[in-house]
């Protein structure tokens, strides 16, 4: 019979990762002293893995990797808005164009 799915907190999850990664124990004898399944605790030990790095990285290097702000991208909408209008304003001179077809 299967068992009803359970959620586990944040820091049983990071204790047990943390477990499989030292490697004193091999996943079968994690898993039995846990109650949790193997693969449950493969992917909480590659979340582990993935998500170190996140915690020594500085400011200056999230922004960076974060894309551009929102200042710059608020400067460029309003940018191409001024360029709309500049541009519906020079068709509307011409005789025979429109800028509603």
């Known amino acids: 019979m299967k068992r009803a799915g359970r959620n586990h907190a944040a820091t049983f999850k990071a204790t047990v990762a943390i477990a ?3 490697g ?13 399944h193997p693969n449950q605790i493969v992917q909480w030990k590659t ?3 993935e998500r170190a790095t996140d915690l ?11 894309g551009p702000s929102v ?3 608020r400067v460029k909408v309003g940018q191409s808005a001024m360029e709309n209008d500049f541009l519906a304003g020079a068709l509307g001179r011409i005789d025979d164009a429109s800028a509603k077809r």
């Open 71 to 73: 200042k710059d991208l």
């Open 20 to 22: 499989a990664l030292r």
């Open 47 to 49: 979340q582990l893995q």
């Open 24 to 36: 004193d124990k091999t996943l079968a004898e994690l898993a039995q002293q846990h109650d949790v």
């Open 56 to 66: 020594f990285v500085t400011a200056t290097e999230r922004k960076a990797v974060s």
